[in-house]
């Protein structure tokens, strides 16, 4: 094998690892959004969880005392 032909072979190795990376960077930044979401939702639902649990601790029409 020659020397330009193991260069024509480092080239395309370089090419096919930065395609990669950016395929890999693309797909961190997608499941960046959606952790974000996640996250969204569920301090949502710990809101409305603890709602909830005042309401079962303290009866509609009690007071807090």
């Given at each position: 094998m020659t020397i330009d032909e193991?260069?024509?072979?480092?080239?395309?190795?370089?090419?096919?690892?930065?395609?990669?990376?950016?395929l890999l960077t693309n797909d961190v930044r997608e499941l960046g959004k959606y952790v974000g979401d996640i996250a969204e939702g569920t301090a949502r639902l710990l809101n409305i969880a603890e709602i909830h649990e005042k309401r079962f601790t303290r009866p509609e029409g009690g007071s807090e005392d």
């Open positions: 193991r260069l024509d072979r480092v080239v395309e190795r370089h090419e096919a690892l930065a395609q990669s990376v950016e």
